[in-house]
């Protein structure tokens, strides 16, 4: 049984605890609310499902009713106490950073599908996301509640006008949709903005190309978004190099797809 609002209340006086808005705590207060989240992220028996603050076990408790493995990793020692409370020999609660955990310890021996599914703290969601993406290859599918901002940079297209850096960065390695909007009021406390949920599914043939280094062209590119790329690559490449990789000089960051940002990484990798 999931929690509902007074149980979130009480669970938090009674011992001793609040939302630390350093973390970017914010739980979800709404049974419904978390068992679409882990209805739409497909998640079920033989997979293992790595939750990413699970704050008071709300979506923790979700997770578990799809019969999946859970693993919760909370960086907040009070809470992660309570959350073992919450599903005792249910769920694995790891009290430790996801941003620094050793993700071959958290996935250990399972040999079926990895997912990531979480709400996670604003402040965090964009890079830990894309490190995920980048530096976790046993996770299949990554599913997370976070501001509808981040969610609709994650799965936008070229000309739009959410489509940037981490736009790029994510479509290197997964194809990304935005599944659902979540509204403040689900939330204790109450954040000021909108949520969504956006899944992003790794890509079974990334394109080979390192992280890093695209990501430091696409950065380039996108520092001046306004200025042509025959300006804004300047310092990585010439315009004739840009014309070779088959980019016109005169487009701008948000015009190229992830093909054409490829090609001018491997421009600038072969660049005397």
Known sequence: MTHSRPAIHELLERHGLAARRELGQNFV???????????????????????????????????????????????????AAVVADVVGTQARVIAADAQTV???????????????????????????????????????????????EVAERFAAAPGSKTYGIP??????????VVLATVPPTVFVPRPKVQSS??????????PAVPHKDLRRVVK????????????????????????????????????????AWVRLTRAVQSAP
């Open 29 to 79: 207060a709404d049974p419904n609310t978390v068992r679409r989240i882990a209805s739409l992220a497909n998640v079920g028996e033989g997979d293992l499902v790595v939750e990413i603050g699970p704050g008071l076990g709300s979506l923790t408790l979700a997770l578990i009713e799809t019969g999946a493995d859970v693993v919760a990793i909370e960086v907040d020692a009070g809470l």
């Open 102 to 148: 050793d993700w071959d310890k958290v996935v250990g021996s399972h040999e079926g599908p990895v997912h990531v599914v979480a709400n996670l703290p604003y402040n965090i969601g964009t890079t830990l996301v894309l490190d995920i993406l980048a530096d976790v290859p046993q996770v299949d599918s990554v599913t997370v509640l976070v501001q509808s």
């Open 167 to 176: 736009s790029v960065m994510a479509a290197l390695h997964a194809d990304a």
């Open 197 to 206: 949920l956006v899944k992003l599914t790794r890509r079974a043939q990334p």
């Open 220 to 259: 380039a590119g996108f520092g001046q978004r306004r200025k042509m790329l025959r300006r804004a690559l300047a310092d990585l490449l010439t315009e004739d190099e840009i014309a070779a990789a088959g980019v016109a000089p005169t487009d701008r960051a948000e015009q190229l797809d992830l093909d």
